[in-house]
């Protein structure tokens, strides 16, 4: 009998994929050329096979990550963790699961800030670097989503979140990613897993919830609520993964 294929889900930080070894049974390290000794780690999460892997922080870690880890063939893969909230509306410990994402610093600088290039436009990305996540995967997790977040008492919606090579710590900064991209979260690796998806042809989504509002207290505020957020984004996932395909 053919082994099932893993669901690939990428964690950031080790507090971030603690919240899914927690829920995880026979979990043993696996090795993989340019994945560090204790970063990839498969096992089960309610009988689906898993491979839960810490692809570190930010654009180029997680890709180079994910992108070695991508030799285990996964169904799909799920990019999890927290992020900063973009808008009052999202509190500390909401859900939010990707119908896209982009990169908020992929852009033309200028001493009044930052233009978007390239979304939309042949030049100079030839296409567009806005990404949409698999159509089927967002209403599944969507679906799974309600009775887990209700359980856990916090809200979950779907939209866009945005990606860059920054810890967001500055109301002015976080305003004007918000006015850039129209996003509604900001974190630092989910559109960098999910261009390595797509060159590798495999669904993913971006799971992630709020550990902070991206302004003058996020620090603080990141320390005190990562272990929620890492564990309600973990609540989504084990809802997710028994209704994939």
Known sequence: MTAQ?????????SAERAALEAIAVGLQAHMLPGIAEGDLLVGTIDGTAVALLRCGVGKVAAATAVAAASA??????????????????????HVVISTEVL?????????SGFTLFGYGSDWPSNGDPLLRSDPAMTKIAAAAAQSAGTARGFAVSSGRITTGDW???????????????????????GAAIAYVAQQFGTPWIVIRSVSDAGDGA????????????????????????????
């Open 5 to 13: 294929p893993p669901v690939l889900i990428a964690a950031a930080l």
């Open 72 to 93: 285990l063939k996964p169904r799909c893969i799920i990019s999890v963790g927290s992020a900063g909230a973009l808008h009052a509306g999202h509190k500390i410990g």
């Open 103 to 111: 990169q908020h610093d992929f852009a033309a600088v200028s001493a």
């Open 167 to 189: 810890f967001v710590n500055d109301a002015a900064t976080r305003d004007a990613i918000a006015t850039r991209t129209g996003a509604d979260l900001v974190e630092m690796e």
């Open 218 to 245: 996020a620090a603080p505020s990141f320390d005190e609520y990562l272990a929620l957020a890492s564990a309600n984004a973990a609540a989504i996932v084990r809802a997710t993964l028994p209704l994939l395909p």
